[in-house]
């Protein structure tokens, strides 16, 4: 299984080191092929060696250095030796407002950088209460202008009705959803949205869900390795 972290806006550098600290003492414990990733804030980066966490940005522009006022590029992060990053998620399309074409240049330009990408996707209630034709529909059109044959390269199918709500989609809904998007795009598939440790037992028995991407039940190390070792 995979397990990714996501801080979003919480944890300073002091915290996340701290976190990072308590987390890798107990990674010994999961299984040999659980992969386990950390996206804290842009500010939060560091120096941090571990060969159990993969340390990732939740955003960067497509662009090496330049003037993009806010923003930071591959020269900034290529500081801190990181070569993987978050693109899509329903925060940045929503509340930032990018577009799929932005996305999309995103994706091309750190893909062209062999980075490894974990692509969101996710409908919103009103497309979720059209059926499962209309959430495939829309699922697949979050790949406009994504090279899907890009080898390294995962999906985090993330129903945006599920994410900090507390409400999580059913066995059922992840199970139709995760074999609809499987036929599309072999690749691995996450499941986030208000994954915690009452319901992660249930989610990561289903039949492609390859990982999970979690939000508020990973800002605790305790609580996200909760979910690590008792899955
Ligand atoms: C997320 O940040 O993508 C997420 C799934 O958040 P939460 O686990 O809090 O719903």
Redesign the pocket.
């Known amino acids: 299984m995979i397990y990714i972290a996501?801080f979003?806006t919480n944890h300073t550098r002091e915290t996340t080191r701290e976190y990072l600290t308590k987390l890798q003492l107990q990674l010994f414990k999961k299984r040999p092929n659980d992969k386990v990733y950390v996206f804290p804030p842009l500010t939060a980066l560091d120096d941090y060696q571990s060969s159990d966490v993969t340390i990732g940005v939740q955003n960067a522009y497509p662009i090496k250095n330049g003037a993009v006022t806010g923003e930071v590029g591959l020269e900034q992060i290529a500081e801190f030796n990181i070569k993987t990053i978050l693109i899509g998620?329903s925060e940045r399309r929503e509340i930032l407002g990018e577009t799929q074409k932005k996305i999309a240049e995103k994706f091309n330009f750190f893909k062209e950088q062999d980075f490894e990408i974990i692509y969101?996707i996710g409908e919103s209630l009103e497309i979720r209460e059209k059926g499962v034709d209309a959430v495939i529909e829309h699922l697949v059109s979050q790949f406009e202008g994504i090279d899907t044959s890009y080898e390294n390269f995962m999906i985090?199918y993330?129903p945006i009705w599920?994410?900090?709500?507390g409400r999580t989609a059913s066995v059922e809904e992840i199970t139709q959803t995760h074999n609809a998007l499987k036929k599309v795009v072999d690749k691995p598939i996450l499941y986030?949205?208000?994954?915690n440790s009452s319901n992660i037992k249930e989610i990561a028995q289903i039949e492609n869900v390859d990982g999970v991407?979690?939000?508020?039940?990973?800002l605790k190390t305790d609580t996200f390795l909760e979910l690590i070792l008792h899955s």
């Open positions: 996501n979003k998620h969101c985090a993330e599920a994410i900090g709500t986030g949205g208000s994954v991407l979690v939000g508020g039940a990973s």
